[in-house]
């Protein structure tokens, strides 16, 4: 079955830096992931998505990279800002936590921007 | 444009009694997912509605849960004998047309049994 979880809990960056916020899938038959990010008292907000067919796609400040041989996704923010506080989380499409087209979401990365 | 909207945004009932809440989609979205969310966890599917089609009921906990959606577009989950451990965020997500399509959420009810 499909797990999908974040290697850390929470990631402290300087402001104007790079953050990369990874995850670990365990579906190789998972065809679609997708990034959201998640302030307090929010529903989570999708940032970006990718299929499994592409290993890299860009957004507004945000890369997201998919490595099939290894299961690993990665969400890349450029520059960050204040604004980019919160919790992110990789979702993926298929495997044992949803149904056919529920999404099965790892526990979350808490971003911190220190100033 | 409209987002996905839920109500009511917060929801404290006593243990034992029946809980409906509400989800209206985006507009022209054939796709609805329940989601539930436990304080600091990730979601947890619920269930799925695509278009006419039977329901995927496969992530509802228990019997006690249900959800309808009617016309093709807002859509109730009951909690029946709310128990404390239903206390969470309820998150409504609809998509284009399901499958390999962004999910959009509402802010969610958040439900407390006491």
């Known amino acids: 079955g499909e797990s999908v979880g974040l290697h850390l809990p929470t990631l402290s960056v300087q402001e104007g830096d790079n953050s990369i916020i990874n995850c670990a899938y365990s579906?190789?038959?998972?065809?679609?992931f997708i990034w959201y990010k998640q302030e307090s008292g929010k529903g989570p907000q999708f940032i970006i998505d990718?299929?499994?067919?592409?290993d890299k796609r860009q957004g507004q400040r945000v890369t997201v990279l998919l490595n099939k041989t290894v299961k690993h996704l990665s969400l890349q923010i450029a520059a960050t800002q204040p604004g980019d506080s919160a919790v992110y989380f990789c979702?993926?499409?298929?495997?044992?936590?949803?149904?056919?087209?529920?999404?099965?979401f790892g526990k979350g990365t808490h971003l911190i921007i220190q100033p | 444009g409209a987002g996905v909207s839920q109500s009511p945004s917060n929801k404290v009932t006593e243990k034992g009694k029946d809980v409906e809440l509400r989800c209206d989609p985006i507009?022209?979205?054939?796709?609805l997912y329940w989601y539930r969310q436990s304080l600091g966890q990730g979601l947890e599917f619920l269930i799925y509605?695509?278009?006419?089609?039977?329901?995927?009921k496969s992530g509802l906990p228990s019997d006690r849960f249900s959800a309808e959606r009617t016309g093709g577009s807002v859509s109730t989950l009951t909690i029946q004998r709310t128990q404390q451990e239903d206390s969470a965020v309820y998150l409504c997500?609809?998509?284009?047309?399901?499958?390999?399509?962004?999910?959009?959420f509402g802010d969610g009810t958040r439900l407390s049994i006491l």
């Open positions: 997500a609809s998509s284009l047309g399901g499958g390999l399509q962004p999910q959009h």
């Open positions: 579906n190789s038959a998972s065809d679609y």
């Open positions: 979702a993926g499409l298929g495997g044992s936590g949803g149904g056919a087209d529920g999404l099965t």
């Open positions: 507009s022209g979205h054939t796709a």
């Open positions: 990718i299929r499994s067919n592409m």
């Open positions: 509605f695509q278009g006419n089609s039977a329901p995927d």
